[in-house]
Structures are given as structure tokens and as C-alpha cells.
Nanobody
Framework: QVQPVESGGGLVQAGGSLRLSCAASGRTFSRYAMGWFRQAPGKEREFVAA???????NYADSMKGRFTISRDNAKNTMYLQMNSLKPEDTAVYYC???????????????????WGKGTLVTVSS
């Protein structure tokens, strides 16, 4: 069983930065895709970014250029560096671990079967 655990959320002013971390133990971390998702109040959960086992990345259009996903396989940890934050980035951010080595283009939720409990990011204007 894999249990991702997110950390690093908090309150930040618009234009600021935060780095989220996701520690995922329970299996060979480096063999599987991982992803970040978020859910704002009253909205559906949406895709943020994902990384395959080989390091290939993909991002939601609104995050490109501002967010960077990375992973440290030696530490079984994935990161999300968020820059130029906007009030509309306010959400609970979730880490997810896939049961596949790559993500599915056009369906980033597919295969993401292990989910963390989320960490709240609040961006003030």
C-alpha cells in the first residue's frame, strides 16, 4: 500500500512562491508516475502537473511557466515549485501516485490510484 503525504502548503501573497513536497513510501518510488492535482472550494478536482518514471513532465495549461514538478527518487519525494502565485491558485493540493510508469495524455487522472490527504495553499490578493 502506498500512502502519499503532502506538506508545504500555507498562506502566501499574490506573486509569491511555495514549494510543496510529497513523500510516498511503500513501493519502488522511481518506477511509477506521480502527479499533483488541486481542488478549489466549490470546484472539481483538476490536474496540475505530472511526471513519468523517466522524468517526462506535463502540465495544465494555466500552470505552464509558473509551476515546476520534480522528483528525488533517492528520497522517495516529489515536489511542486509554484511561482508567481495568483489568488485563483488557492486550493487544496493533492499528491497522487500512479500504478503505471507513465501518465495518459488527455487523461491525467487515469492510473492515479493512491492519493494523499492534501495540503491547503491560500494565496491572498
Amino acid at each position: 500500500q502506498v500512502q502519499p503525504v503532502e506538506s508545504g502548503g500555507g498562506l502566501v501573497q499574490a506573486g509569491g512562491s511555495l514549494r510543496l513536497s510529497c513523500a510516498a513510501s511503500g513501493r519502488t518510488f522511481s518506477r511509477y508516475a506521480m502527479g499533483w492535482f488541486r481542488q478549489a472550494p466549490g470546484k472539481e478536482r483538476e490536474f496540475v502537473a505530472a511526471m513519468s518514471w523517466s522524468g517526462n513532465t506535463n502540465y495544465a495549461d494555466s500552470m505552464k511557466g509558473r509551476f515546476t514538478i520534480s522528483r528525488d527518487n533517492a528520497k522517495n519525494t516529489m515536489y511542486l515549485q509554484m511561482n508567481s502565485l495568483k489568488p485563483e491558485d488557492t486550493a487544496v493540493y493533492y499528491c497522487a501516485a500512479s500504478n503505471m510508469p507513465t501518465t495518459v495524455v488527455g487523461n491525467p487522472f487515469y492510473g492515479m490510484i493512491y492519493w494523499g490527504k492534501g495540503t491547503l495553499v491560500t494565496v491572498s490578493s
